[in-house]
């Protein structure tokens, strides 16, 4: 069924509300133009800093910045080892990069199903799925939501598999009082893509506490070079150097880490923008057909999505209906995620089927991102709540 027009004739905005923006002001325009204005433009002493202050944040030793987080989880796995014959156990329910960086090392993904409640891979499922080749687990904090990882941490204790937490949502969020980012996971990749919680453009950032992790990260990061390299241009810093690895080119530059810096700066109080966002939901959308993520007790949720669920039985529409009734009302959504066993490549490669994983294709089925950003006004979320309420009495059964 298509949708010919605004429900009822009139839009509940004049403006167009994406699902998600970023917020950058002066500060940052600044930032990036006192580079720009400089001799060096890649990674140099703005980077540093970025990753220094990165790990001041967070209070891990080793913070290494990418151009990606994609970039990072996939020099995780090679400083790792992966490779191929081995096997890697992440959700089913992530953007497709977490599993795709699996297959550039030549290891299989092995998806694991959802709980339906918080939406993260149901860690009761792991053990199922562990053989004598599996070698990692990337649990993925769905939307900011940290998932079970006292559970996580036992199993991989418990068959001496690696931990990369895939905490591309997270920044921010608590696993019962410790910062995603510090838990005793081998490395945690955060991601600054212009969605996520704070941006650079494009970015990432790995944290470790491991001296050894790190030093192999940084020579996969740029080209396989076996010291710093990035100073070899400066005055002082040496023409020499060797490859001892085939490395990558992921390393971020100075333009974007001096965004980063004034970003990571404001990560708290971008947090306190979504919280307060957040309640405001909750309050106001209490009372529809439409579940809501739920509260989060073991520690802090870092809130970068508010995936709902619709009452599909209480609404003569489908979801594709629902959010195509919201663009009209000029409000924009989302889907997290289109589950990997619907990709053609997952699908066919691994003969993977809906009904390997029921309550990843129950959820996806009713699922939609409502707009959260840190700059999201209060009149803006009114806005989608009005948009929402009117949907679901013109749909309703
Ligand atoms: C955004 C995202 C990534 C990739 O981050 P990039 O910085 O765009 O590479 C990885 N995993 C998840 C779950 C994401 O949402």
């Not at 204005?37 to 202050?53: K, N």
């Not at 802090?300 to 609404?315: G, I, M, S």
């Not at 489908?318 to 997952?346: C, K, Q, W």
């Not at 989608?384 to 059964?397: D, Q, Y």
Request: contains cysteine; negative net charge; proline residues 5%.
């Amino acid at each position: 069924m298509t949708l010919p027009k605004v429900a009822g004739g009139q839009a509940t905005r004049d403006q167009f509300l994406p699902f998600s923006a970023p917020w950058l002001e002066e500060e940052e325009i600044e930032a990036v133009t006192s580079v720009l204005r400089s001799d060096w433009l890649t990674t140099g002493h703005r980077t540093l800093e970025f990753e220094e202050q990165f790990s001041r944040y967070i209070e891990i030793p080793y913070s290494l910045a990418f151009n990606s987080c994609t970039g990072g989880l996939h020099t995780a796995l090679a400083a790792l080892e992966i490779g191929p014959d081995d096997e890697v156990i992440t959700s089913v329910f992530t953007f497709a990069a977490t599993a795709n960086v699996i297959c550039h090392q030549g290891a299989k993904p092995v998806l694991v199903d959802i709980d339906p409640q918080t939406l993260n891979l149901d860690a009761n499922l792991i053990e199922s799925k562990i053989t004598k080749h599996t070698k990692a687990i990337i649990p993925v904090h769905y939307g900011g939501r940290p998932c079970q990882m006292d559970r996580i941490l036992q199993i991989a204790n418990a068959y001496r598999l690696h931990i990369v937490e895939d905490a591309a949502h997270a920044l921010g969020a608590e696993w019962q009082g410790v910062k995603i980012g510090r838990l005793a996971s081998d490395c945690t990749c955060f991601s600054f893509y212009p969605t996520k919680n704070i941006t650079t453009g494009e970015g990432g950032m790995n944290t470790t506490s491991s001296m050894e992790l790190a030093q192999s990260m940084k020579v996969w990061r740029l080209h396989g070079i076996n010291r710093d390299a990035w100073n070899r241009y400066l005055e002082g810093g040496s023409w020499y150097y060797e490859v001892v690895k085939p490395g990558f080119k992921y390393n971020l530059t100075d333009i974007a880490s001096a965004i980063g810096l004034v970003q990571l700066s404001k990560t708290e109080f971008f947090q306190k923008r979504r919280e307060t966002r957040v309640q405001q939901y909750w309050k106001a959308l209490g009372s529809l057909p439409i579940d809501l993520p739920p509260p989060f007790a073991e520690g802090r949720h870092a809130w970068h999505l508010f995936p709902v669920q619709l009452k599909l039985e209480d609404l003569r529409v489908g979801r594709d209906e629902f959010m195509e009734a919201l663009r009209l009302e000029n409000i924009g959504t989302s889907v997290h995620f289109i589950p990997l066993y619907r990709m053609p490549y997952y699908r066919d490669r691994f003969g993977l089927q809906p009904d390997d994983f029921p309550v990843a294709e129950h959820v996806f089925q009713k699922l939609l991102s409502l707009p959260l950003f840190a700059r999201m006004t209060e009149e803006d979320l009114d806005s989608v709540v009005r948009a929402v309420k009117k949907l679901v009495e013109w749909f309703g059964r």
